[in-house]
């Protein structure tokens, strides 16, 4: 799948998932359909049943097999279920008694019901009738069938009993049968009704033809529609980015005049990051080039030089929120974030956004370099990260989408950590992924951060096909989040000694009870007396979260 291109891989994928889902419903519907169809020939059997037990009673055809013989009553019954035969699709009807009841093959007829179309093809009453005291074929019935019926009149069991059979001769049928009780109400015999199954599988195969000629067309339909609308809302914008982001660092990478170092502006009118997107990076590329040129002119052009980068590092800020509290409508949580780059323009990015009213993502990424290459490589990452979120999935499938587009053509060899998590806002529960990102610290209700360690994902962009653990938490009332990158710890005082895991976690728990932008603003506050006088050699990112939960 990796030889695929963008388009190819949204059809496969596309493709699989609508075939699946396909598939499955399609087996849903089938077996609910089984469980109806089958249920309606039970009742319909059932009826004619009720139906023909009246008759029989009616002419007390009970005593007639206690007598052993057959009376008028006994032809005026045959008449009457003659009828319910005829007007009813059953495949037999009939009443049979055991001369011995521990014996099964001991079985006969009592009456045997045809319809008109069965008396009218055969020469005489005596070629197609079976009268009372007439032995039962030998294959004319299964053993399990005997059995059932057996054990019916030795217990005289109650009401309607079911039962499937498949005879050589008969094929395979549904049995609802029975007890015939005489006038003193002794159960001397069972009245049986066969339907044909087959008649049944018919219908099953008829939905199921019908069902999966729609279910077909509506796939491909529907895949028709999202390739259609993916390649010209995501795939071709963002591929076309990417070639052309690609092709000028691969530029800048060459050491080209600034005169020919040119960025292939993509105009795109979609209304959405993508379009952001495009602006940012073809307003910075036009910056980068016009700094490089201006720097090469003269050096006494240096402060125009900085504003020009000052715009570029406006740019990149304006595509992180800035604006706290983000979201002054929702009450279940407070969050604030912050990035100081190392340079005029940096790598580190820090996000949250919501994918719908009742879930919440939060990402913070470090992308491998500094300067102008990794600020642009953080723009992409920022972009289709949040963009692959917003269409919904896993923190896992979101992070392996980026992968597989910033894999292609990747000639600087970047590659950019990720944490990224997303809570279910109504009952606190969350999903993370981490490619290769710092470990994240939790503090829960009234006690003190603890960094969360797990063996974490290879960064993304790192190499093509790579799939991203996720891990499950839940965040309760009173609970906080803080998320980082390695600028934190990695911070280094004139000594060259590194802030370390140990002094973060003791910055965090210096006071409780307090908010995140005030937590934030203490970890700063104790990094920035640690290091002194020494320079900043990496960006700082740091973003945090206290969980209210439901008011």
């Known amino acids: 799948m990796k030889h695929l291109g ?23 519907g089938y077996y609910q359909f089984n469980q109806n169809v089958y249920s309606n020939y039970v009742k319909y059997a059932t009826s004619a049943v009720n139906e023909a037990i009246i008759i029989l009673d009616k002419y007390s055809v009970g005593d007639a097999v206690v007598k052993g013989e057959m009376d008028d009553n006994y032809e005026k019954a045959r008449l009457e279920l003659n ?63 005997l059995r059932v019926f057996q054990n019916a009149l030795r217990n005289d069991i109650p009401g309607i009993i079911e039962q499937t059979s498949d005879t050589p001769e008969y094929g395979q049928l549904l049995t609802c049968c029975e007890v015939v009780h005489d006038s003193n109400g002794r159960p001397v015999a069972i009245l049986g009704v066969d339907t044909d199954i087959n008649e049944i599988k018919k219908d099953l195969h008829t939905y199921l033809n019908t069902s999966s000629l729609f279910a077909v067309l509506i796939t491909a339909l529907f895949i028709i529609i ?40 993509v105009r795109i009118r979609s209304g959405d990051e993508i379009q952001d997107l495009s602006k940012s990076i073809s307003r910075m590329a036009d910056e980068i080039k016009a700094y490089m040129i201006n720097l090469e002119t003269v ?49 580190d990015f820090y996000d949250f ?13 470090d992308v491998s370099g500094k300067g102008v290459p990794a600020a642009l490589f953080m723009v992409i990452a920022k972009t289709l990260i949040k963009n692959r979120a917003q269409l919904g999935g896993s923190p896992s499938e979101v992070l392996a989408y980026a992968n597989e587009q910033l894999c292609e053509g990747n000639d600087a060899e970047l590659f950019v950590t990720v944490w990224l998590a997303i809570i279910e806002i109504s009952t ?10 710092e470990h994240p610290a939790l503090m829960r209700a009234n006690g003190e951060f603890e960094l969360v360690k797990y063996r974490h994902s290879p960064a993304v962009a790192t190499f093509p096909g790579l799939t991203f653990k996720e891990h499950e938490f839940e965040l309760n009332p009173g609970d906080k989040l803080f998320v980082y990158t390695d600028g934190v710890t990695e911070a280094t005082d004139s000594n060259n000694v590194l802030f370390g895991e140990e002094r973060l ?7 409780k009870n307090i908010t995140p932008d005030k937590l934030i603003e203490n970890v700063k506050a104790d990094i920035d007396e640690f290091v002194g006088e020494a320079p900043q050699f990496d960006d700082i990112t740091m973003l945090s979260i206290t969980w209210y939960g439901k008011q």
């Open 83 to 145: 009828e319910i035969k005829t007007s009813a699709n059953i495949e037999y009807l009939y009443a049979v008694y055991f001369e011995d009841i521990e014996d099964i093959k001991s079985a006969c007829y009592v009456i045997n019901a045809k319809s008109e179309e069965e008396l009218a093809e055969a020469g005489s009453d005596a070629d197609i009738y079976s009268y009372l005291g007439d032995p039962c074929e030998e294959d004319g019935f299964e053993e399990v069938n």
């Open 428 to 437: 606190g529960r969350g999903i993370a992924a981490n490619a290769g990102h």
């Open 6 to 28: 963008l388009k190819g891989k949204v059809v496969l994928i596309a493709i699989v998932a609508m075939t699946a889902l396909t598939a499955v419903l399609q087996a849903i």
């Open 226 to 265: 999202f390739v259609i609308t993916t390649d010209r809302k995501i795939t071709k914008p963002v591929r076309k980015l990417s070639e052309n982001t690609a092709s000028y660092v691969k530029l800048m990478k060459d050491a080209v005049s600034p005169e020919d170092l040119v960025y292939d502006k």
């Open 505 to 511: 976690v003791a910055s965090l728990n210096r006071e």
């Open 299 to 347: 050096m006494a052009e240096k402060e125009r030089i900085g504003a020009e980068l000052n715009v570029a590092t406006q740019i990149q800020a304006d595509m992180l929120p800035r604006i706290f509290p983000p979201f002054p409508d929702r009450h279940e949580f407070d969050i604030y974030a912050s990035m100081t780059p190392a340079k005029e323009v940096g790598g």
């Open 353 to 365: 956004f919501f994918i719908d009213h009742d879930h919440l993502a939060l990402a913070i990424a």
